[in-house]
T-cell receptor, first 113, second 115 residues
Framework: RKEVEQDPGPFNVPEGATVAFNCTYS??????FFWYRQDCRKEPKLLMS???SGNEDGRFTAQLNRASQYISLLIRDSKLSDSATYLC??????????????FGQGTILTVHP | ETGVTQSPTHLIKTRGQQVTLRCSSQ?????VSWYQQALGQGPQFIFQ???????GRGNFPPRFSGLQFPNYSSELNVNALELDDSALYLC??????????????FGPGTRLLVL
């Protein structure tokens, strides 16, 4: 089983749609969780951290369910500029491996006019 | 921009050759991590250096090695290149080890093609 698994996608949605991405992780000792965005042929960039209480940043809402080891990202009112690959990321900081980010495969989102 | 730079941007090598990739972290960032991203996959952790010592390593063979220098630059060396080493190589820096929420700042990557 992969350490971090994401929806296979790709997702192809019209502008203005709401789209949700899901992710599960296998290491129950994982300490911190993130969503990164990666544009084509570019480096990953931090979109938002994910907290147990849930957090929102504009049109983006992230949720964490530690009991189910499940992370989600909701994008409301999709824009053309949201087209990218979204990477679910877990920081497996158990032991001495601080800052070891484990990435999911990524889900491709295409927003069309 | 993140302030992390990598060189070269692109590189073509042949099987069996050796390659050195370079990364320059933000000033004051004592931790650098290297990741390999194959086409269609998420980045995979290679290893991490903290204050010039290897601090952790992923599932990569010993022919992947690294160095970190006091001037916040670092290198990833790969010996005996194989076709499967073709990937985007990313370095990421962070200020320190403390805190699980530590943000890592990625460089633009080096795209390596092994023929």
């Amino acid at each position: 089983r992969k350490e971090v698994e994401q929806d296979p996608g790709p997702f192809n949605v019209p502008e203005g749609a709401t789209v949700a991405f899901n992710c599960t992780y296998s290491n129950s000792a994982s300490q911190s969780f993130f969503w990164y965005r990666q544009d084509c042929r570019k480096e990953p960039k931090l979109l938002m951290s994910v907290y147990s209480s849930g957090n929102e940043d504009g049109r983006f809402t992230a949720q964490l369910n530690r009991a189910s080891q499940y992370i989600s990202l909701l994008i409301r009112d999709s824009k053309l500029s949201d087209s990218a690959t979204y990477l679910c990321v877990v920081n497996n900081a158990g032991g001495t491996s601080y800052g070891k980010l484990t990435f999911g495969q990524g889900t491709i989102l295409t927003v069309h006019p | 921009e993140t302030g992390v730079t990598q060189s070269p941007t692109h590189l073509i090598k042949t099987r069996g050759q050796q390659v050195t990739l370079r990364c320059s972290s933000q000033s004051g960032h004592n931790t650098v991590s290297w990741y390999q991203q194959a086409l269609g996959q998420g980045p995979q952790f290679i290893f991490q250096y903290y204050r010039e010592e290897e601090n952790g390593r992923g599932n990569f063979p010993p022919r992947f090695s690294g160095l970190q220098f006091p001037n916040y630059s670092s290198e990833l060396n790969v010996n005996a290149l194989e076709l499967d080493d073709s990937a985007l190589y990313l370095c990421a820096s962070s200020p320190d080890l403390a805190g699980f929420q530590e943000t890592q700042y990625f460089g633009p990557g080096t795209r390596l093609l092994v023929l």
